[in-house]
């Protein structure tokens, strides 16, 4: 199996917008009962904290083998 990299940012939004499947299947179902407007402040905070996620994922630092590495002009391998 080919490693992927991590989105946390996609992961996170994922998430969110699972919790709102969850809300509106629980009301169709009758187990509760959701307010029409519930999707929208889950589906904003959900957003919200995926564009942080992705902000500080994008910032973190290189290790210091990447930056040597590009430093002599080595180009990491694709897959």
């Known amino acids: 199996m080919l490693r992927h990299e991590l989105h946390p940012g996609k ?3 994922g998430l969110f917008l699972l919790a709102v ?4 299947a629980g009301d169709a179902g009758g187990a509760w ?7 929208l402040p889950l589906v904003m905070v959900g957003l919200l904290l ?4 992705a902000a ?13 590495g ?8 694709r897959e």
């Open 11 to 13: 992961l996170v939004a």
């Open 21 to 24: 499947a969850v809300v509106y």
């Open 33 to 39: 009962e959701a307010p029409w407007f519930v999707a």
């Open 50 to 53: 995926a564009g942080v996620a």
């Open 56 to 68: 500080l994922h994008g910032i973190r630092p290189r290790s210091a083998a990447r930056r040597r």
């Open 70 to 77: 590009r430093a002599q002009g080595l180009e990491e391998p």
